[in-house]
């Protein structure tokens, strides 16, 4: 698949004449303007004919029910509609850092005419356009039986022969750690009693592997290490990209259980670590725009005193608000950092300025914290409308188990005293309703879930029960099946055991994006009593363009391959019957006839907006990269400066052509997902049950505190 070359005037008219409508236009225009006029003719005379197509296409009717009634060709007219409408508009381009203008139709007419030639992107995205809205293409059904087909190509990390593979990755890496501490080159704590024969000594590591500080002390900093603990298996290339990136100074912080997971040797080829890969290895993109990399979200820069790009007012910059009813808190503790640095961390231009490290030393909680958490803390309980914290980082549960409790404490006497103001002074502000830990150890690090951890779960359910704090909320990250392994689905069943419920965040990376690959996680994730909340579309820009997989096919995985394990039912009853996710999913899904359970939201996490899925395609660049004109999720509570925000404009990184290209290297068929190009618009799909809040007795205030509309006195 060539995507460097150029598409003609001969190809393109010869391809024209097997569409009628299409070919009696451009017969019919003697100039762009006229084939401009004469396209939207053809649309409004559809539109004519489609009254519910009209009405979307003006955005009179919008939502999910609004979304689900268009056809195929609907798609198509409303996105030439769009591209009419936006035909000469200019727009900012992240990924370039430069403003383009978007004139795709105008590129078309100029190669008719022999004053141009397409580039094979665009010409791609065009054909299909307009097949599609003149009813000349339908797309393939898709039945359970491709779906089954997709998933059994992806192994888990339960499978025998996955395990077995692992065992031998770990046995090289403890054999090649024992060298390290024999040569001294270890934490004292780690050091050797002379007398230990070798056998002795690998045995003493196989102890240490068990603990989550062995393996925290023992990850790997730098290339050489990298490439040693996994037995100079990397090919030259990987190689190559990841001694550029340590030259460049980007952190490269991977534990050793972590790295076990990877295939070694010939094993590589198959295929079957690339998720995990992709999250460990950096790419070229990476390392040419780190030094150049913007924060993708608005509200990471915020000046305290100031409205943040949703409007709202922030004691500190430990405090992130996007919705009126959550709030991130972001302890000053270890829980700053993570088990492991992935490669599309959407805080990758914080290691670019130093203002993120892993040196775990040296953030330890200062004394002056514990003052500054009960501010913070304060913030939520003077606040009207919040009800749900999310502990997260960094990772929650990179805290020391004695932090993580005194935090926790905390929260539930903030909790108390707000109920206790609400009584006392008869106000009716939202209270706290739900608490959740963000957290990928469970992933990368399982032996973190220890005793003590658990202990302290076990306590903090039961008091927040009594308190009235009805969910008690693990999110964690699973973003492969691969990663599902015996030891993390028994942090898991550990986690499930303390009365927490566990859902999950993936990222839709372009490895995860393959036909099966995502309901396959799903599956696997239902089996061990974790249930899907968002899967993820890859945000920023050209940094993360290798790992980027289109908005259309996010939406296509949508509509073809989760649809199956979709349900309407509120799955609240998971959680209340039994602290045993596990069988009771297991059970519903056989009594439903389901292959998963498909509850997790496809999004993208959007500046100033929030998460949302709900976009039109407007234009395209002339490489062929699509410009989405997002809006908020419809399906929740937002800040009212939402409605006033304008456009949300995301020039895409890379066509779809490039995205297809990357899938045939990576082992894929592009002709499975030939369909991709029809998905060129979406909505956010409604929430399940089982994620809204619990109701109050009372009417929560309307009145907004630490809030104001930016640019106001």
Same mark, same amino acid.
């Given at each position: ?13 010869? #391809?024209? &004449? ?111 356009? =307009? ?18 087909? #997709? ?38 704590? %780690?050091? =050797? ?63 050793? %259980? ?32 780190? $030094? ?19 409007? #709202? ?26 088990? $492991? ?136 990250? =699973? ?20 009365? #927490? %419920? ?15 690959? &995502?309901?396959?996680?799903?599956? &696997? ?7 899907? %909340? ?143 190009? $029809?998905?060129?618009?979406?909505? &956010? ?29």
């Amino acid at each position: 698949m060539d995507i460097t070359k150029m598409s003609t005037h001969k190809e393109i008219s010869s #391809w024209v &004449t097997t569409l009628p409508y299409l070919s009696d236009i451009v017969s019919q225009a003697d100039s762009y303007t006229e084939f401009k006029m004469l396209l939207q003719d053809y649309v409004d005379t559809y539109f004519s004919s489609n009254p519910h197509a009209l009405s979307y296409s003006r955005y009179h009717t919008v939502g999910y029910a609004a979304f689900q009634n268009l056809s195929w060709q609907d798609y198509g007219c409303i996105t030439l509609y769009h591209l009419l409408e936006n035909e000469g508009e200019s727009f900012f381009d992240g990924n370039y850092r430069e403003t383009i203008t978007s004139t795709p139709l105008k590129c078309f007419w100029d190669t008719l005419e022999k004053k141009n030639k397409l580039s094979r992107a665009l010409w791609q995205e065009l054909r299909h356009l =307009f097949e599609q809205a003149g009813g000349h293409n339908s797309p393939d059904t898709v039945g359970r039986d491709h779906l089954h087909e #997709w998933m059994d190509r992806h192994p888990t990390g339960l499978d025998d022969h996955i395990i077995a593979r692992r065992r031998e990755n770990k046995a090289r890496i403890i054999a090649a750690i024992t060298d390290e501490i024999e040569r001294g080159e270890c934490p004292q704590k %780690y050091a =050797f009693d002379p007398s230990l024969s070798r056998q002795e000594r690998i045995a003493q590591v196989e102890q240490w592997w068990k603990t989550s500080a062995f393996h925290l002390a023992f990850a790997v900093r730098d290339t050489a290490r990298l490439f040693s603990l996994l037995g100079n298996s990397l090919d030259t290339k990987t190689a190559r990209i990841m001694r550029e990136a340590e030259e460049r100074g980007i952190p490269i912080f991977v534990n050793p %259980y972590y790295l076990s997971l990877l295939n070694c040797g010939n094993q590589q080829d198959l295929g079957d670590d690339l998720a995990i890969r992709q999250y460990i290895f950096y790419s070229e993109n990476l390392n040419e725009e780190f $030094g150049h990399i913007r924060a993708w979200e608005k509200e990471d820069s915020v000046e305290i005193g100031k409205p943040n790009a949703a409007g #709202w007012l922030l004691p500190s910059h430990n405090i992130h608000r996007r919705y009126p009813e959550v709030a991130i808190l972001i302890p000053e503790t270890i829980g700053r950092a993570c088990g $492991g640095l992935c490669s599309s961390c959407q805080r990758m231009y914080g290691f670019q300025s130093g203002d993120l490290n892993f040196d775990l030393s040296k953030l330890a909680p200062k004394q002056s914290w514990k003052d500054k958490l009960e501010c913070l803390l304060n913030y939520y309980e003077e606040d009207s409308q919040l009800r749900d914290i999310l502990i997260t980082g960094g990772d929650a549960l990179m805290s020391k188990n004695r932090t993580l409790r005194y935090i926790l404490t905390r929260v539930l006497e903030m909790a108390q005293r707000k109920k206790e103001k609400n009584a006392a002074l008869k106000r009716n502000f939202a209270e706290i309703s739900r608490i959740r830990l963000g957290t990928r150890l469970p992933v990368y690090l399982p032996q973190r879930v220890d005793t003590e951890l658990c202990d302290t779960l076990r306590w903090f359910k039961t008091e927040a029960t009594a308190l009235g704090i009805d969910q008690c909320v693990i999110q964690t990250h =699973f973003e492969s099946a691969m990663e599902i392994t015996p030891e993390a689905e028994q942090a898991v069943q550990n986690l499930s055991e303390t009365g #927490w %419920y566990i859902t999950n965040q993936q990222v839709f990376t372009a490895a995860a994006s393959r036909r099966g690959h &995502t309901a396959k996680l799903r599956k &696997t994730l239902n089996e061990c009593g974790v249930i899907p %909340y968002y899967t993820f579309s890859v945000k920023g820009f050209f940094e993360n363009k290798e790992n980027f997989a289109t908005n259309a096919r996010i939406v296509q995985e949508k509509m073809e391959e989760k649809s199956f394990g979709y349900t309407k039912d509120d799955l609240s009853f998971l959680v209340t019957r039994t602290t045993n996710m596990a069988e009771e999913a297991q059970a519903y899904m056989k009594q439903k006839d389901l292959p998963f359970i498909a509850v997790d939201r496809s999004v993208l996490n959007l500046p100033g907006v929030g998460k949302s899925l709900t976009f039109r395609t407007v234009g395209f660049t002339d490489d062929g990269r699509r410009i989405l004109d997002f809006d908020h999720d419809h399906n929740r509570v937002h800040s009212p400066i939402t409605e006033n925000m304008g456009r949300v404009i995301i020039v895409e990184s890379k066509s779809l052509l490039e995205y297809l290209q990357e899938l045939e290297t990576m082992g894929e068929d592009p002709h499975e997902y030939k369909d991709i190009f $029809g998905y060129r618009l979406c909505e &956010t799909e409604p929430r399940n049950p089982f994620y809204e809040y619990p109701t109050y007795t009372y009417s929560v205030s309307d009145h907004l505190t630490n809030f104001k509309m930016p640019g106001e006195n």
